[in-house]
């Protein structure tokens, strides 16, 4: 059964619905995709994605070559998996280029919109 844009994961608050999925920073299609349109568990996906993207966030700067590469990584298919595509799409940056630091704040930016969207549909 394919549910219309109205009708997945979270609105925006005020009822609007969010716009197309490429233009919010976590495709919410995608998302209840995943969740097969469990609100309850797209709630707890996304809080658990917010804190692993936080955390690596904190790390990734200071951390060597190795652990930034894991650090990426691990991001990447998290980000995958609940539709913050432009975090995978900047983590597979800094697998490619592990020393680009603009790339790196880059990431921390994508991270801060994707949380800050996430705090407004959760409200």
Known sequence: ?????????FS???GDVSGPARSRPVD???????????R???????????????SVRDKIIDADVRERLLLA???KGSARGVGAFAI?????????QPEDTRTLKR??????E???????ISR
């Open 73 to 75: 990584h691990g991001l």
């Open 88 to 96: 995978a799409d900047c983590a597979t940056s800094i697998e490619q």
């Open 114 to 120: 994707v949380r800050d969207f996430i705090a407004a």
């Open 40 to 54: 309850a568990l797209e709630q707890e996906v996304l809080a658990l994605f917010v804190q692993q993207a936080l």
């Open 28 to 38: 919410l299609a995608h998302l209840a995709r995943q969740t097969m349109g469990d």
């Open 1 to 9: 059964m394919v549910r219309g844009e109205s009708g997945i994961a």
């Open 107 to 112: 990431l921390g930016a994508l991270i801060e």
């Open 12 to 14: 925006m608050p005020g």
